[in-house]
């Protein structure tokens, strides 16, 4: 049972244009998530996060939007430059730091940014 | 950004060996590391929880038998795949953590190979 889902495997964009990807949760429990940027052979990259007390946070070309009552986080990218082309993973958590922090990701989001 | 090193990034065994992997917090002292593992295109599943000077928390279904964690310094976790199989064979991700850091921080990865 997956509690981290991305229910779409790619996306294609125009450079320039946002990209927009999404990511739903399952478990109640998590309360605090993240997006890593992964590149083929190469660990994940942290990004940005969110905690559930917020809505949204903005970083740069980065915003995370959290909705809590749909379980449902999404990130931006704008404009979207084709550097951004990688595997963008959601991943969730119910506690931060320490021995207890384990991640739960989803499968990923392969996006593309075509010049 | 804090930066986690694996050695060695690729390897190739055979049938019935041993591997070990090394995963290494360079600039930080990691009070607690993750390792992971990820199959062709699916999510990075976590393998086990390792703690400076205790021994490791397993997941669900993860043989600690046959997946030997040893955390001997705070910046620096061993995995040993024993006695590898082909199904063995998969890329291994580690991640670090320490106080007063909330985000995880992975290494680049090592691609195991068992012929």
């Known amino acids: 049972d997956q509690q981290v889902k991305q229910n779409s495997p790619s996306l294609s964009v125009q450079e320039g244009r946002i990209s927009i990807l999404n990511c739903d949760y399952t478990?109640?429990?998590?309360?605090?998530f993240l997006w890593y940027k992964k590149y083929p052979a190469e660990g994940p990259t942290f990004l940005i996060s969110?905690?559930?007390?917020?809505d949204k946070n903005e970083d740069g070309r980065f915003t995370v939007f959290l909705n809590k009552s749909a379980k449902h986080l999404s990130l931006h990218i704008v404009p979207s430059q084709p550097g951004d082309s990688a595997v963008y993973f959601c991943?969730?958590?119910?506690?931060?730091?320490?021995?207890?922090?384990?991640?739960?990701f989803g499968k990923g989001t392969l996006l593309t940014v075509n010049p | 950004g804090a930066v986690v090193s694996q050695h060695p990034s690729r390897v190739i065994c055979k049938s019935g060996t041993s591997v070990k992997i090394e995963c290494r917090s360079l600039?930080?002292?990691?009070?607690?590391m993750f390792w992971y593992r990820q199959f062709p295109k699916k999510s990075l599943m976590l393998m086990a929880t390792?703690?400076?000077?205790?021994?490791?928390?397993?997941e669900q279904g993860v043989e600690k038998d046959k997946f030997l964690i040893n955390h001997a310094s705070l910046t620096l976790s061993t995995l040993t795949v024993t006695s590898a199989h082909p199904e063995d064979s998969s890329f291994y991700i580690c991640?670090?953590?320490?106080?007063?850091?909330?985000?995880?921080?992975f290494g680049p990865g090592t691609r195991l190979t068992v012929t």
């Open positions: 390792s703690n400076e000077g205790s021994k490791a928390t397993y």
């Open positions: 969110i905690s559930s007390i917020k």
């Open positions: 991943a969730a958590s119910g506690s931060r730091g320490g021995s207890n922090y384990k991640l739960t």
């Open positions: 478990n109640s429990m998590f309360d605090y």
């Open positions: 600039d930080f002292q990691a009070t607690t």
């Open positions: 991640s670090a953590v320490t106080s007063g850091i909330d985000e995880q921080y």
